[in-house]
């Protein structure tokens, strides 16, 4: 829940960024070759933008300045990036020791042409390569902004090319990552199971803070979780009872509190007012 929900939260980030950058870059200009209006009134060239539904420039020269058009392909790029990050989480999730989620697999499907038995996160692995052609699309972008005597000719043919594909690209992309989270397998089974292979030792932390809220010297209240934590590391006992058999820790924090610090519960006593905070 709270994985969708940071997702939820970035595209949220990513659609107000696409948003405030199309308004920069949906400019137009008619002001002639130098950017004087000196053959054409700005009256002119105001009421054709109006039309089209852009805003005049301010001041240009032969072209429109190409901040712009780095900025949205960069927007574009930090979108793809995002897709990546989650793509590149849910790929590793599906790794056979984890195996927290998975991608839909059809009937029929192939995962390798040579090993029958394989279930490879292909489309993740599709986004995660597509998103870097969006990303040094953007460098071209970056490229095009310094040119020769305020115009030459040489970012005219990259932009034919990176703006249509990385716009394309990047619609592609985002149509497959929502097509392979609505279809996603969750096995929260194997997330619990994977909390228990720790056997606790994630606990270490709130341990450490409630000794030192009691007033204890935060290196030896360290060290005490520490060996606590190697016990549990090497033994087969849970940290909380290894904890219990310290007596630094114990002296502080007793056992039944010890049981409240290594509970789930402290994890998500703020989840639902972090569900409010993004509207869900």
């Known amino acids: 829940g709270l994985k969708l929900a940071l997702m939820f939260d970035e595209f949220g980030r990513a659609e107000e960024r696409l948003t405030q950058t199309l308004e920069r870059v949906a400019v137009g200009k008619l002001s002639g070759a130098v950017g004087t209006h000196a053959h054409l009134d700005p009256r002119i060239e105001r009421h054709v933008c109006e039309k089209l539904g852009l805003q005049a420039a301010k001041l240009s020269t032969q072209i429109i300045q190409r901040d712009r058009h780095a900025e949205f392909s960069t927007t574009l790029a930090l979108i793809a990036s995002s897709i990546d990050r989650w793509a590149t989480e849910l790929r590793h999730l599906q790794r056979t020791e984890v195996l927290e989620v998975e991608e839909f697999f059809s009937a029929g499907q192939k995962g390798s042409s040579a090993m029958p038995h394989k279930r ?19 460098i071209v972008a970056l490229e095009n902004v310094a040119l020769w005597h305020e115009r030459d000719i040489s970012h005219s043919s990259a932009e034919r090319i990176i703006l249509p594909d990385s716009c394309t690209l990047l619609d592609y992309m985002l149509v497959k990552l929502r097509d392979l989270i609505e279809k996603l397998h969750v096995y929260p089974e194997n997330m619990e199971r994977n909390l228990g292979l720790t056997k606790g030792l994630y606990f270490s932390q709130s341990i450490l803070l409630a000794l030192t809220r009691a007033g204890a010297n935060r290196q030896t209240a360290y060290e005490a979780v520490q060996r606590a934590a190697m016990k549990t590391w090497q033994g087969d006992k849970p940290f909380a009872e290894n904890a219990k058999t310290e007596p630094e820790i114990t002296a502080l924090v007793p056992p039944d509190e010890i049981d409240k610090l290594c509970s789930l519960e402290v994890h998500f006593q703020h989840v639902d007012e972090t569900f409010r905070s993004l509207g869900l």
Not at 123 to 135: D, K, W
Request: charged fraction near 20%.
């Open 120 to 138: 490879n996160p292909i489309t993740a692995e599709r986004l995660s390569g597509l998103a870097r052609v969006v990303r040094g699309n953007a």
